[in-house]
C-alpha cells in the first residue's frame, strides 16, 4: 500500500528544466519587432498598422512600448508568479501517511512483527482555504491592474519622449543654422581684430555670440542622446538600433471640463487606484484567515496496528492545539495594521490624484496663454532678424546690433520649442492621471492588461 501511494504521487511530480540567462543585449533593429493589434491594452491606441519599413510615428512607438517594453516583460513575470501563488493557495494539503515495523528480539510462539499504519489530515488548513484562495486572487488581480496601469504609463512615456526627441532635433537645426550664419562673422573680426582696427572689448560680442550657439549645441546634443537612450530602453532596442521618428507628437489636450467629469468616476476607472482596492480585498482576507487561525489547530487521522502478540487494533487519532499563550494574536495584529495602512495609502493616492490633476489643469491654462503670447513675440524677432540680415548686407546696421538681434530672435525661437514641449509633457500627464479620457465609459475592473 505504500509503494502505491509514493508510485501515484511521483506521478504528478514536476520535471526541471534549464532556462539559460540572455544576453540582454537589445533588438538589433525595430524591423525584428512586431506590435500585434490583438496585444494591445484598451488604451486610447487606434486600430494602426504597425509598418516600421518607412520610420516609427508616435502611435507605433507607443505600441512598441507596450509589447516589448523590457520593464513591462519584468511586470508581466510578476503578473504569473501572482497567478501561481492564487493556483498555490488554492490546493488542498496532502494528507499525512505513516507506517513501521518492529521485529521482536526472540521469536516465539505465538509472536510476530508488528506494524502501525496511519493517514491523518490537517483540518485547520482546509478551514482557511477559502480565505486564502479569496486573498490569493484579489492580490493576483491586484498585479494585473498594476500591469495595467504600467502599460499606460509605458504609453505616456512613449509620447513623452518621442515628442522631447523631435524637439530636440528641432533644437539642433535652429542652432546649426544660426552658427551657419555667424560663420562668416568670426573671420571678419579676427581680421580686424589683427589688422588693430577693432579692440577685443567691442569684438567681445561678436566671439561670444559664435561660442554661445556652440555650448547650447553641445548642451542640446547632450540632452537628445539621453531623450534617444531612453527611447531605445523603452522600445528594448540595442544602443546602436537605427531609430527613425516620423510624424508629428501626439496631441492631446484635456479640457477643465473633461477632468471634473473625469473626477466623478476615477476610482471606479483608472487600474492604480483599481489595484489599490483589490489590495485592500486581499488583505480583507487574509484578516479573516488570521481570525480563523486564532482556533484550536485540529489534526484528524485513522490508524490500524498489530503487536508482536498477533493483535490487531483499529482505531483514530485526533491532535488539537490548546489556545492558552499565542491564539494567533501576533499575526492578527499584524494584518489589522496592514489593512489600516491599506486603507490610508488608497486615501491619500485619490487626494494626491485630485490635487495633481487640479495643477495640472491650471499649468495647462497658464502655459496655453503664455505659449500664444511667445509665439507673437518669436514671430516679431525674427520678423526683425530677417531685416537685421539685409540691413547688415548692406551694411545700413553695426554688427553689435546686428549680433544683438540675432541673438535675441534665437532665444525666443529656443524658449517656444521647450514651451511647447512642456504643454505637451504637461497635457500627456494629465491624460494619464485621468486614466485616459476616452475610457470614461470602459468596464473597469474587466479590462485585461495586454499579453505578449
Known amino acids: 500500500m505504500l509503494g502505491i501511494g509514493v508510485g501515484l504521487a511521483l506521478t504528478g511530480c514536476a520535471t526541471y528544466t534549464p532556462l539559460p540567462l540572455g544576453s540582454g543585449q537589445g533588438a538589433p533593429s525595430v524591423m525584428h519587432l512586431t506590435a500585434p493589434i490583438a496585444a494591445m491594452p484598451a488604451l486610447a491606441l487606434p486600430d494602426h498598422r504597425f509598418d516600421p519599413s518607412d520610420g516609427l510615428d508616435v502611435t507605433e512607438v507607443a505600441m512598441l512600448a507596450v509589447i516589448n517594453s523590457p520593464a513591462l516583460k519584468v511586470k508581466r513575470d510578476e503578473l504569473g508568479i501572482a497567478r501561481a501563488q492564487a493556483f498555490a493557495a488554492g490546493l488542498l494539503p496532502d494528507p499525512q501517511l505513516s507506517f513501521s515495523e518492529d521485529f521482536p528480539g526472540h521469536t516465539d510462539a505465538g509472536t510476530s512483527s508488528a506494524y502501525s499504519l496511519g493517514l491523518s489530515e490537517d483540518i485547520t488548513a482546509l478551514l482557511t482555504r477559502s480565505s486564502r484562495r479569496a486573498a490569493a486572487r484579489s492580490q493576483a488581480e491586484q498585479v494585473n491592474l498594476d500591469l495595467l496601469w504600467a502599460e499606460w504609463q509605458s504609453v505616456a512615456q512613449a509620447r513623452l519622449l518621442f ?20 560663420a562668416p562673422l568670426e573671420p571678419s573680426i579676427s581680421t580686424a581684430l589683427r589688422a588693430g582696427n577693432l579692440t577685443y572689448d567691442s569684438a567681445s560680442a561678436g566671439l561670444n555670440a559664435g561660442a554661445d550657439v556652440r555650448k547650447r549645441l553641445a548642451d542640446s546634443a547632450i540632452a537628445l542622446h539621453q531623450a ?29 471640463e473633461q477632468a471634473q467629469q473625469a473626477l466623478a468616476d476615477l476610482p471606479r476607472r483608472r487600474p492604480d ?20 487561525a486564532q482556533f484550536p489547530a485540529l489534526n484528524i487521522g485513522f490508524n490500524t496496528a498489530r503487536d508482536t502478540s498477533n493483535v490487531t487494533t483499529h482505531g483514530f487519532s485526533i491532535g488539537i492545539t490548546l489556545p492558552l499563550f499565542d491564539r494567533n494574536r ?4 499584524i494584518e489589522k495594521a496592514t489593512r489600516q495602512q491599506l486603507k ?15 495643477r495640472l489643469v491650471a499649468d495647462l491654462a497658464t502655459l496655453t496663454q503664455q505659449r500664444a503670447a511667445l509665439a507673437a513675440h518669436a514671430q516679431q524677432l525674427d520678423t526683425a532678424r530677417h531685416a537685421a540680415e539685409a540691413a547688415w548686407q548692406q551694411r545700413l546696421l553695426d554688427w553689435p546690433t546686428y ?7 534665437l532665444s525666443a525661437d529656443l524658449d517656444l520649442l521647450d514651451l511647447q514641449q512642456q504643454q505637451a509633457t504637461q497635457a500627456i500627464a494629465l491624460e494619464a492621471l485621468l486614466g485616459n479620457t476616452d475610457l470614461a465609459t470602459a468596464h473597469p475592473v474587466s479590462v485585461k492588461a495586454a499579453t505578449p
Open 163 to 182: 515628442d522631447q526627441v523631435l524637439t530636440l532635433r528641432a533644437q539642433q537645426a535652429r542652432l546649426t543654422t544660426e552658427l551657419a550664419a555667424l
Open 228 to 256: 534617444e537612450t531612453d527611447l531605445h530602453v523603452l522600445l528594448g532596442l540595442a544602443p546602436d538600433a537605427p531609430l527613425e521618428l516620423v510624424g508629428t507628437p501626439y496631441q492631446t489636450s484635456p479640457t477643465p
Open 273 to 292: 487606484l483599481l489595484a489599490l482596492q483589490a489590495g485592500y480585498q486581499s488583505q480583507e482576507a487574509k484578516l479573516r484567515a488570521a481570525v480563523l
Open 330 to 333: 501576533g499575526n492578527i495584529a
Open 344 to 358: 490610508d495609502d488608497y486615501e491619500a493616492r485619490v487626494l494626491d490624484t485630485r490635487s495633481d490633476m487640479q
Open 403 to 409: 549680433l544683438a538681434i540675432r541673438s535675441n530672435a
